[in-house]
Nanobody, 117 residues
């Protein structure tokens, strides 16, 4: 079993920045994709950004140029740097990892990000 533990959420004013972290209980070499999703109030969960195993990054159009995803192999940590935050970025942010073998899907418990106007 894999545990993903997020941290770094909070309350920030519009235009501010936050950095989310997600620590995996196993080496991130075990995953063919790692990423961040978010679920705004009353809406569906959506992809924010991910990194696939060959290193290609993908971003939702709404966050391109403002958010940066990165992974650190030695610490098994996934990051999401969020700059120029907007009220519409308010959501619960979830870390996700997809196993190389079996394609099992793992989720963190979520961390709340609230952007005030």
């Amino acid at each position: 079993q894999v545990q993903l533990v997020e941290s770094g959420g909070g309350l920030v004013q519009a235009g501010g920045s936050l950095r989310l972290s997600c620590v995996a209980s196993k080496s991130i070499f075990n995953f063919k994709a790692v990423g961040w999703y978010r679920q705004p109030p009353t809406k569906e969960r959506e992809l924010v950004a991910n990194i696939v195993s060959d290193g290609i990054t993908n971003y939702a159009d709404s966050v391109k140029g403002r958010f940066t995803i990165a992974r650190d192999y030695p610490t098994n940590t996934l990051y999401l740097r969020m700059d120029s935050l907007k009220p519409e970025d308010t959501a619960v942010y979830y870390c996700n990892a997809v196993a190389r073998i079996g394609s099992n899907d793992y989720w963190g418990q979520g961390t709340q990000v609230t952007v005030s106007s």
